[in-house]
């Protein structure tokens, strides 16, 4: 698991190699990958944008941007969290994803970017 915190929103990130629904002989290696973000802030923040940066290990690169997370934009009040599971597939067996979120402070309505800690996307067999 990774982690990071930027102004009092700490992102964690859980990957999971998707063995079912990857076709390695087609060059198709689907990850899941679990987001906690959890508010230790003050503030009640709102989930408004993410940003995604994904790179294969054959060194193409590609950016994912777009409103919210999996159709939601969440409202995080101070001491709680929000979970979702997402999914990502590469062209090759080794990767990785990073990225932001754009979050806006609801008590002054004041946005701020949150840093997604960059994370590997590695099929199991890769690691012995």
């Not at 190699?17 to 899941?32: C, G, I, K, L, V």
């Not at 777009?66 to 001491?79: H, S, T």
Request: charged content about 20%; aromatic content about 10%; overall charge negative.
């Amino acid at each position: 698991m990774v982690t990071a915190i930027t102004q009092g929103v700490k992102i964690s990130v859980e990957t999971d190699y998707q063995d079912e629904y990857s076709n390695p002989a087609n060059e198709h290696f689907m990850f899941s990958y679990q987001i906690n973000i959890e508010n230790l802030s003050d503030y009640a923040v709102q989930l408004k944008r993410r940003q995604w940066f994904i790179f294969d290990s054959n060194g193409s690169q590609r950016e994912v941007e777009g409103e919210g997370v999996v159709g939601l934009q969440p409202i995080i009040e101070p001491g709680k969290s929000h979970s979702y599971i997402s999914g990502c597939h590469l062209s090759t067996d080794m990767g990785s994803m990073s990225g932001n979120y754009l979050m806006q402070r609801l008590a002054d309505d004041t946005e701020f970017i949150v840093d997604i800690p960059e994370f590997n996307l590695i099929v199991p067999y890769r690691l012995n």
